[in-house]
């Protein structure tokens, strides 16, 4: 079972850029190229929803309300999927949470805008 954990959140204000990575594990280098991986973020009270994905190939795609703040990207020799948030909202408030092709999620990384 694959293994994710997310890492890079924290409080910024209004603005600001945070990064954010996720790092997989038990999952070989070429199996983690193969998967699409993907950002979500849950504000509070509301349900999960997809903010950015990149496929196997690179190709991205991004939620409306994130086009043009955020990226993101991947280095497959390091398991990792990065995303890069800039001019931050305090919308953007909430858990974000990385997932790839499988089931497993993880444990989410908490980012905070203040006004």
């Known amino acids: 079972q694959v293994q994710l954990v997310e890492s890079g959140g924290g409080l910024v204000q209004a603005g600001g850029s945070l990064r954010l990575s996720c790092t997989a594990s038990?999952?070989?280098?070429?199996?983690?190229?193969?998967?699409?991986m993907a950002w979500y973020h849950q504000a509070p009270g509301k349900e999960r929803d997809l903010v950015a994905l990149i496929a196997r190939y690179g190709e991205t795609n991004y939620a409306d309300s994130v086009k043009g703040r955020f990226t993101i990207s991947r280095d497959n020799a390091k398991k990792t999927v990065y995303l890069q948030m800039d001019s931050l909202k305090p919308e953007d408030t909430g858990v974000y949470y990385c997932k790839g092709d499988a089931k497993a999620w993880g444990q989410g990384t908490q980012v905070t805008v203040s006004s």
């Open positions: 038990r999952i070989s280098e070429l199996g983690f190229s193969l998967n699409t």
